[in-house]
């Protein structure tokens, strides 16, 4: 496994946020943007993430997904690699950059009147989601830490997260004009809507 390219987060943060960057280096940008996101998202210190690779493999993409790792020691990092490739790379310098999810306060845990749920979603959906631009950092937390696991991907949060995010879906998938993604977008609200209500239920028991 190689972590072969280093990469300081804040040379891809201009001073100037209007000034123009080249395509490349916006893409790039956006590439180790999500890897900060989902790092910073998930209490766990490794994050098998449902975040592609990036590199084409005999023209097809690859079809491996990244591997993420934080670090707090001896400084503060980020590593990450492709579970099919050689691709791979380490960061810094990314705390304070509007990527950084980490939440300014202690997260809140699971109890008996908001317990933890958890509903899976396909590659496709998730990709939808990520897509989204309206979800606020609690749904951005629950969307890029999720996991991928032998059943699927798998998003959790706490019933009041889900009560949160249920709306932003609603509302994404109802401003969505590209049927594809709203089919999408809205068999995740389906998903998580009925989990969400299956939880009350239980407290009304
Ligand atoms: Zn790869």
Known sequence: MTYSMMT?????????PVADMPAQAQQLKKFLGAIV???TSSLDPVLLSALPCRKRINRAPCSGLLEIKRRDVPHKSIL???????????????TGT????????APARPTAEDPELEIMVTLQEHTALRSGRIYDPDCERMIYGARVTPKGVQIRGLESDFDN?????????NHERQAKRRKLVDAVFQKASDALDDSMLRHED
């Open 98 to 105: 509007h990527f950084d999810l980490a939440p300014r306060i």
């Open 37 to 39: 996101m989902a790092a």
């Open 8 to 16: 300081n987060m804040k040379h891809l943060m201009p001073a100037d």
């Open 80 to 94: 990450w690699h492709c579970t099919v490739c050689e691709d791979g790379g380490s960061m810094t310098n990314w």
């Open 165 to 173: 995010w249920v709306g932003y879906l609603a509302a994404d998938a």
